[in-house]
């Protein structure tokens, strides 16, 4: 028992309010100190992995010292005494920014990416290790020069030396995330041949007509079970158009004569005053009918372009620019990737020999010594995808470990891999293999699907040849035949494009450049300009690849390849310019077929048509080049905004959107609620055309969408404008129907204000991690995903910025970089790309190119000496250990 006093003396109880208080007190402490420490942890983590751009660093293997100027952007430009210096400090450097891209890269083109994410990716392993990329790249290795192959291996010594440095998450925050599902992964020696295998990861990104081939497959078999030979025919053409050459530019309208290959004789020099006669007036003959109000245009313009993967690439001469000097325009269209597919970066031998000959600066692949696209101190050269035809899909006629060859069984090769899975069993996977390529049926649906129902691809355009050995339960496989299977020298070719000086060693390296197949532009300090396709195109049998082909049947088969000197080239035309954007490269009468599937020339039209008009007014300049590029203007917007004028719609929500595209000027721009309206309501009406039906037809491919539906729009009575499963019974039904959902679907997105629409929003990108950015875990994919960004431009657009209909509006494929080269100034070249140097989350050049990208705007990026000091803002001095 207490006493009065020690009572008295006692401490007050504190109150239930107060007790909540101190202990609520205490909670919020100890998470703001663990919020700290977390935060402090991932900080420090995160900037572990920032690479040191400054000051020196020694490194065992280098001969000399070695400086690494970055520029406010963060662009390296990397000067040594040697070449094998040279390449080991871009190795050093590519790995500083890129690694980890690098290192997943490498999987990918391998097969091995389930090593680093687990069984998820062994479905996809197993159909890379078929293609087998890998062996190919191994083999290309073992081929090369001596020279050339001592570049692959001075850079594998520099981004070694740079995994010799460092760890973990020391080499990128990505390794520090894997390391919580896959704690044993350690990144191996980098290799030449994990260099040239990304060439062959590109050229499948570029492979031409392969998903359109194996689309009108499946949509054969679907057409057969209710339509005749004839008929399956008949839809496939309307469905799939041919090129239309009376309305639309080709980029090679004449052949030039040029000397062959290997001769002593020189092209002619570019002459104002004088121009080859070998070369058409005009690279298009398209009157571009310009007027104040979309109602009134009509143009005679029919086509369009895939909403994915392309590109646009210009060159003008002199005689129509401001300088007196030739402008190169290129802007390759591919998917949106983060961090971008191009690493910027100029090598520099301090002076340049012979022994030393790089004075370079342009776009390269992190992970690939050299550059890609770009100039040296005499010529510039840009890439476009040629589209032609190189791969073709074969029906094999299996029995057992045999297949029929002309009317005998012969084996099947056969060979075994293991794909190696984090977490799991090994996989035992057997490769089969016919004279064509590799089987490819059993690893994907769709090829699965063709083998499965032969007899319909084979009969869509005529007869099916008719198949070996019994046909009581005939088994049927799909394999590929694929130019980037052989082994080539496109890996060769760089090197040759960097250290050319005139149009004859360009076309060397064209050459060379043999897979991925792409249109070249060209320009140099002379004043000239041409084009070359290069590229290993087949040359085919019975055959043209359009569909599946019998493969027991060796009339059918590729019979060897078109000759360099007889594909197509161009030099100083009399037009002034050279336009590539995927179209046709030469009309039908070419002694060689090149493709079915080409784009269908809008962006290649339109281009011209902006450089004509323009150099009537003035003569051009690098910033007419940029304004080109940023060209928005949606020609089947043209189309709709003329189709809806007479078209009568239900509510006045409705008929105030379709207002907005009677003053429209057709230009997707980001802020334009017209454009988010036409382009919704252009969705709406494919879907009800040929998606909304019982028998669904494919809807990919807005650019050839476009000329399907002009078509269908100058054809009132075409069956296809009734659909019975939404109850269309006409043209105007089915515009005023789309025109109504359209409202709907918008208003929905962004509220029954119509102007307060805007296609920004709508079509913005999201540009999301390779990897970890769709991990489906929220903060992991907060760490690496940024955006989302307003964008303008669209599909079939020349500002090509794709999406996917029927799926989003979204943003999905983009001009990966624009660049605009000055061959008068090559400090007044600009640049840009859709992210930035680093691909380092929360590095400073993580994104600092985006919102750029977004707005169009590009920036000087020096290169000359004097002009890359001033322009340095960190500079790291590499040399030799010891």
Known sequence: MMTDSQESAAPSRPSLGVRIGRIAFLVVAGIIVIAVAAAFFITWTIQRSFPQTDGSVQLDGLKAEVTVQRDDRGIPTITADSTDDLFYAEGFVHAQDRFFEMDFRRHVTSGRVAEMFGESQAATDAFLRTLGWRTVAEAEVEAMDDTTRGYYEAYADGVNAYLASRSGAELSLEYAVIGL???????????????????????????????????????????????????????????????????????????????????????????????????????????????????????????????????????????????????????????????SVWYQVQLKCSEVTEACPFDVGGFSFSGLPGIVIGHNQKIAWGFTNLTTDVTDLYIERVEGDQYWRDGALVPLEESSETIKVAGGDDIDLTIRSTVHGPIISGLTDDFTAIADDP???????????????????????????????????????????????????????????????????????????????????????????????????????????????????????????????????????????????WDYGYRAARIAHLIERRAAAAPLTAQDMREIQMDNEMWIGKQLATAMSDVEVSGAGPTEAVGLLTSWDAQNAASSSAAAYANVLWSNLVQNIFAEREQPLPIDGQGRLFTVVADLLENPSDPLWVNEQIDVDGMEEMLALSAEEAYDELSALQGTTVSRWNWGDLHAITLTSDTLGSSGIAPVEALFNRGPYPVSGGASVVNATGWELGTSYATTTVPSMRMVVDLSDFDASTWNHLTGASGHAFDAHYTDQTADWAAGIQKPWAYSTKAVKAAAVDTLVLTPAG
């Open 181 to 339: 599902q896959n704690p044993d992964y350690v990144p191996e020696p980098w290799e030449p041949a994990d260099s040239v295998a990304w060439l062959k990861a590109m050229a499948w990104d570029l492979r031409g007509n392969i998903e359109d081939e194996t689309e009108r497959s499946l949509l054969a078999a679907e057409l057969s079970d209710g339509t005749d030979a004839t008929g399956t025919a008949d839809v496939l053409a309307k469905l799939y158009p041919d090129y239309p050459f009376d309305e639309n530019p080709v980029i090679v309208p004449r052949i030039s004569t040029v000397p062959e290959l290997g001769t002593d004789a020189e092209p002619a020099a570019y002459s104002p005053a004088e121009s080859d006669g070998e070369v058409q007036q005009a690279n298009t003959t398209i009157e571009w009918q310009e007027t104040s109000s979309v109602i009134e245009a009509a143009s005679v313009l029919v086509g369009g372009v895939g909403e994915g993967i392309g590109s646009n690439s210009w060159v003008v001469s002199g005689a129509l620019t401001e300088s007196g000097m030739p402008l190169l325009a290129n802007d390759p269209h591919l998917g949106a990737s983060l961090p």
């Open 455 to 597: 007899a319909a691809a084979l009969t869509a355009e005529g007869d099916a040849p008719v198949a070996p050995g019994s046909q009581e339960d005939a088994e049927y496989a799909v394999s590929l035949r694929w130019t980037a299977l052989d082994p080539g020298t496109a890996a060769t070719a760089i090197f040759a494009l960097s250290t050319a000086q005139n149009f004859d060693d360009f076309r060397h390296a064209a050459s060379l450049f043999d897979v991925p197949a792409q249109n070249l532009i060209y320009a140099d300090t002379e004043g000239n300009i041409g084009y070359q396709t290069p590229g290993r195109l087949p040359i085919r049998g019975a055959g043209d690849g359009w569909m599946p082909q019998p493969g027991w049947d060796s009339s059918y088969d590729w019979t060897g390849f078109i000759p360099f000197d007889e594909l197509p080239v161009s030099y100083n035309p009399n037009s002034g310019y050279i336009v590539t954007a995927n179209n046709a490269i030469v009309t039908d009468d070419y002694a060689y077929f090149l493709s079915r599937d």
